[in-house]
């Protein structure tokens, strides 16, 4: 009888790749940190970090099964994850460690680090560790901003700039280190002016990632990006866009204020997955902004808005036009559409939200109000109302997601359990917590039990729920 220890090396790897990462991708722990956020900001960093080390403890307990198991190992290489308050002296360890042991930094293939210097409190180096990673920069053709004063005991208190200038240095010898990565992700306080216009290598940088398919970038901090003092140089060794975007404030990639600000095209013309945070610093024409980001994009696979609250006289509609701008551009492409509106964006008169174009869609994720029957007017009479969204969902659809109480589609909700033809890939339902339902009353398990016994599985919403699938 044949033994799991007779597999070959090469199917025992490919195995804990699937333990480590399940298909994980910089993206996927992209888009769980901003449903963490939207749940609870202070998980943003943790969820990153787990998504990222999940499967590390089953493959070392695998490699401990025989000593021939120990080349497996070399897969927790594979990702590097380095932010919070020890981001610095983390890097400098790892910067030693394949100093030591080269074919580790062979082996990196994801990348993810938290530049913001709000979460780094371990900048100071002694003399030594700036004399080495000052020989590190000359070695990758990386200026050393700092003066030779830095030689700085360990109670020095950074300047903003010298940190700024410290991380982004560090960051890029770091990864001028890594040949091998394929996908990288960085945190940034915010995007510099001159990379947002039209991104060029720096002329003195050596940091070439041939590999590279995927740059993934998330500015959390609503700082204009002006106000970044040199810009994060890093961008300029790549000299590529993103293809996956997260914003906390669209706002953040316009020229100018008011109506006629505009989103830089450069920045998006390559952006496959574009994430907006619910986080607006000024006044305006939010569902503008957002179209116009839309407009910009490559086709888009995955796109979701956590939108503000709307004024009510504002006379527009911000949900169904980013919906139908979404249709224009991109109803093919897209297989993952998240939408979280405000109630302001959803007026009762307001048409019907149809889903009917994205052909493509596998995930869906929005508000209950968005599923709602519209009134035809503001008729209060049943035989009125149209039939609603909830008809207009695409076949293609294998998840949904509902993002709050479900007691206002209840009649919805039985018409997708009694109607599972019109949905025939659809496999998983996910609301918030039914418990919490129950402590606000106004939920009957009988909707729940009609979605099970139709065949679904129906389970609760939390920051695992929503994926970036790729």
């Known amino acids: 009888m044949a033994k799991f220890s007779d597999l070959p090396i090469d199917i025992l790897m490919e195995i ?97 680090l938290n530049l913001e210097e709000k979460d780094c409190a371990d900048a100071d180096f002694d003399g030594q560790t700036v004399d080495y990673l000052r020989q590190l920069a000359e070695n990758g053709g990386i200026p050393w901003s700092e003066e030779p004063s830095c030689h700085l005991p360990v109670s020095y208190v950074f300047s903003g700039s010298t940190l700024e ?110 994430i907006l945070g619910g986080q607006m610093t000024h006044e305006g024409d939010h569902e503008s902004e957002i179209i116009h980001m839309i407009e910009c994009c490559a086709p888009l696979q995955d796109f979701r808005c956590e939108a503000p609250m709307r004024n009510h006289d504002s006379g527009t509609h911000g949900a169904l036009a980013i919906i139908n701008s979404l249709k224009k551009q991109h109803a093919t492409s897209l297989r993952t559409l998240a939408i979280r509106f405000c109630q302001g964006w959803l007026e009762d008169d307001l048409d019907c939200i149809e889903f009917t174009s994205f052909i493509n869609l596998e995930n869906l994720c929005m508000t209950t109000a968005c599923i709602k029957k519209r009134q035809v007017g503001r008729a209060k009479d049943d035989a009125t109302r149209t039939e609603g969204t909830i008809t207009t969902l695409p076949k293609s659809l294998i998840q949904i997601y509902f993002l709050d109480y479900p007691q206002c589609i209840a009649d919805e909700l039985k018409w997708l359990a009694s109607h599972r033809e019109a949905l025939p890939n659809l496999k998983l339902v996910h609301f918030w917590d039914t418990r919490m339902w129950n402590e606000w009353g106004g939920w009957e398990d009988t909707e729940s039990d009609a979605l099970v016994n139709s065949g679904l599985n129906v389970l609760p919403l939390t920051c695992d729920a929503v994926d970036w699938q790729v």
């Open 16 to 112: 804990c790749d699937f333990l480590l990462h399940r298909g994980t991708t910089i993206e996927e722990v992209f888009a769980k940190a901003h449903v963490a956020f939207c749940i609870e900001p202070t998980l943003l960093e943790d969820i990153i970090a787990l998504t990222l080390q999940q499967g590390h403890s089953s493959v070392v307990a695998l490699s401990q099964v025989s000593p021939s198991y120990e080349p497996l190992l070399q897969c927790l290489d594979r990702t590097l994850s380095l932010h919070g308050k020890t981001f610095l002296s983390d890097a400098v360890r790892f910067l030693k460690l394949i100093d030591s042991k080269p074919e580790i930094a062979q082996r990196v293939k994801i990348v993810y």
């Open 165 to 274: 200038d410290r991380i982004n240095t560090v960051a890029r010898i770091l990864i001028g280190r890594l040949p091998n990565v394929e996908q990288l992700g960085l945190s940034l306080p915010a995007l510099p002016l001159g990379y947002h216009d039209n991104p060029k290598r720096s002329p003195e940088s050596n940091v070439v990632l041939k590999r590279l398919k995927h740059l993934a970038l998330r500015t959390y901090s609503p700082v204009m990006s002006r106000n970044v003092r040199r810009g994060y140089r890093i961008l300029e060794d790549l000299a590529v866009t993103p293809t996956h975007l997260f914003l906390q404030d669209p706002f953040l990639c316009h020229v100018g204020i008011g109506p006629t600000a505009k989103p830089f095209s450069h920045l998006f013309q390559h952006v496959t997955h574009l």
